[in-house]
């Protein structure tokens, strides 16, 4: 049974606007390939993923092979490129089910080379090239036994070649990010100079398919953006410098109910450790909602909730079940009153960009933390 005392709300108009926004930005002859991984960035995997194909996706990129799964059983039957580390033991079924994924070791090349030769079928692998992330990706130094390894195993197929950005959202100074993408470029003449032709080059992610149209190729990682969500404060100022109109509209909203209203008197403590004392008569809501459900303890005194489209501050601690939210300022709340944690209500807002100011953090956590049991409602 899903989690039903709070939930998110996921708006089709919204994220249709943001995927057409990133096909308009690169164009119609490339792919674009937005990234639904961690739980479509917490706005709910199966619940995204078909509108984003009908906005105009042409395939989608997850990070683990059961996310892929769930897409084949949602009945989602663009491409799916996995991004992700898959188990040497699994790469059978993902080459059975016709998954493109990423290589950058020879581990799994070797694994592949026994798995493609039992089921006499292809993989469909892309690889990851280190430009300067140092994360996944195979060194320069290291692609001539990659290329023979390759050459050694036809029916392990170089379809793509990769590489991802490691300081193109967080700063103004894109000198870094030009730096990889040279790198990028060096290394894909040398993987087409050692006789290949992988049909699909991709670095570029949402900061990138803002800014900087030379690192489309043939493929764009689109991510944080197809949920109107701008990476960072400074990818939207360096858009705006640039004079790039781009308008990404936020999908969620995640709301909860009003469970209990009562008065306290001043003076009186609320909630564990004795955090928040009332300097007032005040009157409190009780809130279902709390860290399980990702709710973070780091908002504890902090934050401010939306009710009848008054913000209403959290009083103590974030419990693991619940929140208290001060609501003497706000006439006639009542039980089962809706409440908005993140997004829009009557006149007010808050955004995941406050939540995550209010935590210490970054926008894609405040989403893709919230509990993957609660319900996602697609709404109009």
């Known amino acids: 049974m899903e989690h039903r005392l709070s939930w998110v709300e996921v708006s089709r108009s919204n994220l249709t606007h943001n995927i057409q926004t990133f096909r308009g930005l690169i164009g119609k002859d490339r792919i674009l390939c937005p990234a639904v991984k961690g739980n479509a960035y917490g706005h709910g995997l199966t619940v995204c993923a078909p509108v984003m194909v009908a906005a105009g996706a042409d395939w989608l990129g997850v990070n683990a092979l059961f996310e892929a799964v769930s897409l084949r059983e949602a009945g989602v039957k663009v491409p799916i490129y996995i991004m992700g580390y898959i188990a040497l033991d699994e790469l059978s079924f993902a080459v059975e089910q016709g998954f493109r994924f990423v290589a950058y070791n020879l581990e799994t090349l070797q694994k592949l080379a026994e798995v493609t030769k039992k089921l006499g079928v292809p993989a469909l692998t892309h690889l990851k090239v280190e430009t300067g992330t140092h994360r996944q990706g195979v060194h320069d130094g290291d692609l001539e036994k990659i290329f023979e390894f390759y050459r050694s195993h036809p029916l392990i197929k170089l379809e793509g070649v990769a590489a991802h950005f490691a300081n193109i959202e967080d700063t103004t100074d894109h000198s870094y990010a030009e730096f990889q993408l040279q790198n990028f470029k060096k290394l894909v003449e040398k993987i087409q100079g050692g006789g290949f032709s992988p049909k699909y080059i991709h670095t570029a992610n949402t900061a990138a398919a803002i800014l900087f149209p030379k690192t489309y190729f043939t493929m764009v ?159 109009d």
């Open 221 to 379: 990682r689109s991510g944080v953006g197809n949920y109107g969500l701008w990476p960072s404060r400074e990818t939207f100022v360096s858009a705006v410098a640039e004079g790039k109109n781009v308008e990404l509209r936020p999908v969620m909203t995640w709301k909860t109910t009003v469970a209990q209203v009562k008065k306290v008197p001043t003076g009186a403590f609320i909630g564990y450790g004795c955090t928040y004392q009332t300097k007032h008569d005040t009157v409190i809501a009780v809130l279902p909602v709390g860290y399980y459900d990702g709710y973070d303890r780091r908002l504890s005194n902090r934050s401010e909730v939306l009710i009848r489209g008054k913000r209403a501050p959290i009083c103590g601690r974030v419990f693991m079940n619940m929140i208290v939210v001060d609501v003497t300022d706000i006439p006639g709340v009542q039980v089962e009153d809706e409440v908005v944690l993140l997004g829009r209500q009557g006149g007010g807002e808050i955004s995941a960009e406050q939540l995550a100011e209010w935590m210490g953090t970054i926008n894609y956590e405040v989403t893709t933390r919230i509990s993957e049991s609660m319900e996602r409602r697609l709404v």
